[in-house]
């Protein structure tokens, strides 16, 4: 396995337009092996980037976590408490900036994720103090999800933050 397969960088701007690089992962891992633990890719990698920002999809944990087995119903929980678990686990500490699941459920019900559910997601990240959230529609499908910025002379996008 490489290290490629396991991480995507990719390349952003920051307020003072200097480039940034940020790695996305898996928020959490059911299976690990002694070799390919998160904290042993992670060793080689933090060090390169600016941000990690693990994919937290409420679908993506078909076997729940912690306390929470019906992920999709507890947007907010499965957040926080992936970047939490995220947070002790990173060190040096890096600044996070997630993935949010803005596409209907795959793993549970079916639900669709709109703007309840995207809402539940996008404070649970604020309440963290991430340094922003990203939105992912496998469809580019946006429309729907609440995400329409309230100024509409505001330049700030809402779709990432």
């Known amino acids: ?67 929470c087995q019906a992920p999709v119903a507890h947007p907010y929980e499965v957040v926080r408490d992936t970047l939490e678990n995220t947070r002790k ?26 703007p309840p559910q995207v809402s539940e997601q996008i404070r649970a990240a604020r309440d963290f103090g991430s340094d922003g959230w990203m939105i992912w529609n496998p469809h580019n499908r946006y429309e729907g999800l609440g995400l329409e910025a309230s100024d509409p002379a505001s330049k700030e996008s809402p779709i990432t933050h």
């Open 89 to 114: 686990r990173t060190i040096p500490p890096i600044r996070l900036r997630p993935w949010l699941q803005g596409f209907r459920d795959y793993a549970f019900d079916r639900r669709i994720f709109g």
């Open 1 to 67: 396995m490489s290290l490629c397969s396991q991480c995507c960088l990719l390349s952003a701007e920051s307020a003072d337009d200097e480039p940034s690089i940020a790695a996305s992962n898996s928020g959490r891992r059911k299976r690990q092996t002694q070799r390919w633990t998160p904290e042993r890719l992670w060793a080689g990698i933090l060090p390169l980037v600016d941000y990690l920002s693990p994919m937290v999809y409420p679908s993506g944990y078909k076997y729940g976590i912690p306390g």
